[in-house]
């Protein structure tokens, strides 16, 4: 079953930081670019980053850049996001998703999510 | 930074038609996807490239995108159509539009 697991979400204080995990299994993950995406609550979703398959290449939201960083290791199937200087506006539910490599830049598989919730 | 506007609601009747705008700058030249969330899930990939769908996905659901206007359209809308709907561009990063609460009244 072609799956991802999002794992590392927690409770932080402003200014700290989190290392979000995203644990991928029934595709060869080395083959798709991987994006984060994440849900404040009761909000719409928001596009916060992405990879391409070797890690060589990373974009950011303007919201997130210089905050957070995307990493992926291959040989463990995972997709890590960084998220540091925390702030309450990144409050959210957090997904991973993965771009198909069969229908041209869609996300066609998505985690679960993981709750990052920033409050003092 | 790039935008994305959709109707934050659309209402329609079982059976019937329900159409959902996404409109942005020059956003027929951009590939356009549509994706469904229903409450307490992930989001569903439902258009890919303007107008494709990915496999299992409806028939019903159809999609255009031309000018500065991506339209999601739901033909012989169903009770299990009730959703949140939202199109999604690259400009020089991914955007989401502002999200559509679809209700089959």
């Known amino acids: 079953e072609v799956q991802l697991v999002e794992s590392g979400g927690g409770l932080v204080q402003p200014g700290g930081s989190l290392r979000l995990s995203c644990a991928a299994s029934?595709?060869?993950?080395?083959?798709?670019?991987m994006h984060w995406v994440r849900q404040a609550p009761g909000k719409g979703l928001v596009w916060v980053s992405r990879i391409n398959t070797d890690g060589s290449s990373t974009t950011y939201a303007d919201s997130v850049k210089g905050r957070f960083t995307i990493s992926r290791d291959n040989a463990k199937n995972t997709l890590y996001l960084q998220v540091n200087s925390l702030r309450a506006e990144d409050t959210a539910l957090y997904y991973c998703?993965?771009?198909?490599?069969?229908?041209?830049?869609?996300?066609?598989?998505w985690g679960q999510g993981t709750t990052v919730t920033v409050s003092s | 930074s790039y935008e994305l506007t959709q109707p934050p609601s659309v209402s329609v009747s079982p059976g019937q038609t329900a159409s959902i705008t996404c409109s942005g700058d020059k956003l027929g030249d951009k590939f356009v996807c549509w994706y469904q969330q229903k409450p307490g899930q992930s989001p569903v990939l439902v258009i890919y490239?303007?107008?494709k769908r990915p496999s299992g996905i409806p028939e019903r659901f159809s999609a255009s995108n031309s000018g500065n206007t991506a339209t999601l359209t739901i033909s012989g809308t169903q009770a299990m159509d009730e959703a949140d709907y939202y199109c999604?561009?690259?400009?020089?990063?991914?955007?989401f539009g502002t999200g559509t609460k679809v209700t089959v009244l």
């Open positions: 999604q561009a690259w400009d020089n990063t991914g955007v």
């Open positions: 998703a993965r771009r198909s490599t069969s229908y041209s830049y869609g996300m066609d598989v």
């Open positions: 029934g595709f060869t993950f080395s083959r798709h670019w």
């Open positions: 490239q303007d107008t």
